[in-house]
C-alpha cells in the first residue's frame, strides 16, 4: 500500500520460462473464443457475488480492502477443477481446464467486484442520502435538504451501466506500448500470472490443491463463528462478542478491544505488516492520546453540550483530521506517481534509459527466454483489438452517458460531464502507468480531485451533488482503465488472447453493474447503514459529503483549532511520504504509511488491533515456518474473509424478516465498582 514494489521482467520470465518451459510447450493454446467458456462465466459470476458481498462489508465496516485475487485464484480453480473431476468421474467427455481459462474467470471476477469499490457504493454515492445529510446536521453551514438523494437499485444500476464501460475503450490502442514497448511490471498482474502458472504445472496443482484445502477449513471455521456469534449479538448495538472489553472497560470506551472478527483478522494475515502497524499506530496516536486531550477542552475549544455526532464538537476534529490525512498522502503520492511517470516517458523518448545488453553469441537457456518471449509477444498480438472500434465504443459510450447522468443527477450539468469525459483519458493514461510502475492505483484520489473541482464549480446551488456524481464518474474510469492493463499483464504472461482479456472484462463488468447493486441493496435493506454506532458505519459517506462541502465553503465552520490541527497533519502526512522514500529501505520499511494511520481516527481502534492480531500471527508464523507461511497464508486470510463474508447473506435474510438473536451478552462494571 503506496510501497514501490521493483519488479524486473527479464527475471520474472525467466522464472516463469524455467518453472513452465517444459509442461508449456506439449499444450496448445486455445483460439480466443476458447478461452471463454459457459463454465468459467457461471464460476465468475458465483465469486463474483461473494467478492462484491465481502468488498461491501469492508467498505461500509472500516474502508480498508485488501487484495483478494489470491482468493479469487483458488476459488476459480477449484470451482472449475471440481467440477471438471466430477463430469469426468460420470463417464463424460469434457474440456480441459486451461491456464488460458482460468486467466479469463481471475479477470471476470475482478472486473465484477471491483465495481462494489469503484462504484463509490460506500463513499461518493452514499454520501448522499438522508443518513450522512442527517449526521453532518441540518445547520451546516453549505449541507443542504436538496442535495439528498437515496440510494435507489434502479438509479444506482443505471449510473453503473452508463460510467462503467468508459474505462475499457479508453486505452485499449495503448496495450502494446504498456506492454510491449514499455515493459511496464504491472507487480499484481504479474503476480497473478505467477499464480496462475504455477496452478497447471503438476506440482503447482499439488499445492493448490492443498491451498484450496486450506481456504476451505478456515473458511469452515469462520463461517461457524460469525453464526455462533450472532447467537449473543442481542438487539442493538452493544452486545455480543463484538463488544468484549478484551483489555478492560476504561480501553472499551475508548474503543481499544478485541471484537473477535475474522475479517479484520484476515486482513492483518494479507495487509502487509506495515500497513497493519501504521493502523495501530493511527489508532493509539487518535483514541489512545489526541482525542482524550481534545476532550478535556470541551466547554473551550467546542460547547460541552453537543451531541457525540455533531460536527461542532469532537466529532468534527476526527473527521476534517482523518480528511487532512487522507489528502495529504493522496497529493503527494499523486505528484510522486505523475513526476515517475513523466521522468520515464522522458527517459525513454530521449533513449536514456537503461537497456539490457544481449550478447550475439547466447548460451542455451538465454535463447529459450528469448524463444519464449517472442511467443508471448506473437499470441498477445495475434488477436487484435481496432483501434476504430476502441474510439468510436468510447464516443458512442461517452455520448449515452452525457446524455443520461444529468437525469439522474440534475445539478451535474451535460457540459461538466463532456469535459470530464474529454480529459478522463489522460488521466487514466497517468493512472494505469503509475500503476504498472508502482503498483498503486490512485483512482480514488483522481475522484477527489474531480469531486473538489467540480463541487467548486457548481457552487451552492447543488455542488455537493454534481461534486459526489463527478467523484464517481472519474473513479470509475481510471479505476477500469488502471484494471484493464493489469490483466493484459496477466494475459501476456500466461499467454492468453488480449481479445479474450477485454471481452472478460466487458462480461466481468457487465456482471457487476447488476451484482455490485444488487448485493449493496441487501445491506441496505437489512442493516442500519451510516449509524455511527452501529457495525456499518460507512466511514466514508461523511467524509466524501464533507469535501464536497469543503469545495464550496472552505474552513469557515471548523471547531476552534481544528484548522491548524488539521494543517500540522497534512503536513505530517508529506513529511512522513517523504521520509518513506528519501531513506534506505532498512529504515523506510518502518516508517508509517499515513493513508493507513488516517482510517482509525474516525472509525476506532477496534479493527486496528483485529488486524495487528493477524499480523503477530504472520510475523510468528514466519519465523517458525517461512516457507509454509508464504504458501498458506493467503489461503488461510481468504478462508477467514470469505467465510464471515458468506454469514453476511443469512444474516441479512435473519433480519430482513426481523428474526432476532436470542441472546444478549452484555458487559458493564461489577456492582460494588
Known amino acids: 500500500m503506496g510501497t514501490e514494489v521493483e519488479v524486473s521482467e527479464p527475471l520474472i520470465e525467466k522464472i516463469a520460462a524455467v518453472n513452465d518451459e517444459e509442461e508449456e510447450a506439449d499444450q496448445p493454446i486455445p483460439e480466443w473464443k476458447d478461452q471463454i467458456t459457459i463454465r468459467g462465466l457461471v464460476a ?47 463417464g463424460f467427455s469434457i474440456k480441459p481446464f486451461t491456464r488460458q481459462e482460468n486467466t479469463v474467470i481471475q479477470t471476470c471476477v475482478v472486473a465484477c467486484y471491483g465495481l462494489a469499490f469503484s462504484g463509490g457504493f460506500g463513499s461518493s454515492l452514499l454520501a448522499m442520502d438522508e443518513r450522512t445529510y442527517q449526521l453532518i446536521g441540518a445547520d451546516y453551514p453549505g449541507n443542504r435538504a436538496e442535495d439528498v438523494k437515496n440510494p435507489g437499485l434502479g438509479w444506482m444500476i443505471g449510473f453503473v451501466v452508463v460510467v462503467s464501460f468508459l474505462g475499457l475503450f479508453s486505452l485499449v490502442p495503448l496495450r502494446k506500448v504498456m506492454i510491449l514497448d514499455y515493459k511496464l511490471t504491472y507487480p499484481s498482474g504479474t503476480a497473478t500470472a505467477m499464480l496462475i502458472n504455477s496452478f497447471h504445472t503438476n506440482t503447482g496443482a499439488e499445492l493448490a490443491g492443498k491451498q484450496v484445502r486450506c481456504l476451505g477449513k478456515y473458511l469452515s471455521i469462520s463461517f461457524f463463528w460469525s453464526c455462533f456469534k450472532w447467537f449473543f449479538s442481542g438487539v442493538g448495538n452493544s452486545c455480543g462478542f463484538d463488544n468484549f472489553p478484551s483489555f478492560g472497560l476504561t480501553l472499551f470506551k475508548n474503543t481499544f478491544y478485541f471484537d473477535f472478527s475474522p475479517t479484520y483478522v484476515g486482513c492483518g494475515l494479507i495487509c502487509p505488516h506495515i500497513v497493519n502497524c501504521s493502523v495501530l499506530l493511527g489508532a493509539i496516536i487518535s483514541w489512545g492520546f489526541l482525542w482524550p486531550f481534545i476532550s478535556q ?144 492505483n490512485l483512482a480514488s484520489t483522481y475522484g477527489k ?81 451510516g449509524s455511527p454506532d452501529g457495525p456499518y458505519k460507512a466511514p466514508y459517506a461523511v467524509i466524501f459529503r464533507e469535501m464536497a462541502i469543503l469545495g464550496i465553503e472552505g474552513f469557515s465552520e471548523l471547531p476552534k483549532h481544528c484548522l491548524a490541527l488539521c494543517c500540522g497533519f497534512f503536513v505530517a502526512a508529506l513529511v512522513i511520504n517523504l521520509l518513506r522514500d528519501a531513506t534506505p529501505t532498512k529504515i523506510s520499511q518502518f516508517i508509517p504509511v499515513p493513508m493507513a494511520m488516517a482510517v482509525p481516527f474516525y472509525i476506532g481502534a477496534y479493527f486496528a488491533i483485529d488486524m495487528f492480531v493477524g499480523t503477530v500471527i504472520l510475523f510468528i508464523w514466519e519465523l517458525v515456518n517461512r516457507k509454509d507461511s508464504e504458501d498458506y497464508a493467503g489461503a488461510v486470510a481468504s478462508g477467514l474473509i470469505c467465510g464471515d463474508g458468506i454469514w453476511t447473506i443469512p444474516s441479512a435474510i435473519l433480519s430482513i424478516f426481523r428474526v432476532n438473536p436470542p441472546v444478549c451478552m452484555y458487559f458493564g462494571p461489577a456492582v460494588g465498582s
Open 449 to 529: 480531485i474531480g469531486l473538489f473541482i467540480i463541487a467548486s464549480l457548481v457552487g451552492t446551488d447543488g455542488g455537493v451533488i454534481a461534486g459526489l456524481a463527478a467523484c464517481g464518474v472519474m473513479m470509475s474510469i481510471v479505476s477500469t482503465a488502471a484494471d484493464l492493463m493489469q490483466d493484459f499483464k496477466t494475459g501476456y504472461l500466461t499467454l492468453s488472447s488480449a481479445k479474450s482479456m477485454f471481452v472478460s472484462q466487458l462480461l466481468g463488468t457487465a456482471m457487476g453493474c447488476v451484482i455490485a447493486p444488487l448485493t449493496f441493496w441487501m445491506y441496505w435493506t437489512a442493516f442500519d447503514i
Open 297 to 440: 477542552h470541551a466547554g473551550d475549544w467546542y460547547p460541552a453540550d453537543l451531541g457525540s455526532n455533531d460536527f461542532k464538537g469532537l466529532y468534527g476534529y476526527k473527521v476534517f483530521i482523518a480528511i487532512s490525512l487522507i489528502l495529504g498522502d493522496g497529493l503527494y503520492n499523486l505528484i510522486k506517481i505523475i513526476a515517475i511517470t513523466v521522468k520515464e516517458m522522458w527517459n525513454r523518448s530521449t533513449k536514456d534509459s537503461k537497456l539490457p545488453f544481449v550478447n550475439d553469441i547466447q548460451d542455451t537457456e538465454t535463447s529459450i527466454l528469448l524463444l519464449e518471449q517472442k511467443k508471448r509477444e506473437i499470441v498477445f498480438l495475434k488477436d487484435r483489438i481496432p483501434t476504430w472500434f476502441a474510439a468510436s465504443g468510447y464516443v458512442g459510450l461517452a455520448a449515452i452517458s452525457t446524455a443520461t447522468i444529468p437525469t439522474i443527477f440534475p445539478p451535474l450539468k451535460w457540459y461538466l460531464v463532456l469535459c470530464s469525459y474529454l480529459i478522463a483519458p489522460a488521466l487514466a493514461f497517468c493512472n494505469s502507468y503509475g500503476t504498472g510502475l508502482t503498483d498503486w
Open 44 to 90: 465468475s459470476a458465483i465469486m463474483g457475488t461473494l467478492f462484491c458481498i465481502i468488498t461491501h462489508k469492508l467498505n461500509l465496516t472500516v474502508g480498508i480492502i485488501p487484495s483478494l485475487n489470491v482468493a479469487a485464484g483458488l476459488l476459480g480453480f477449484f470451482l472449475v477443477k471440481s467440477w471438471t473431476s466430477f463430469l469426468s468421474k460420470l
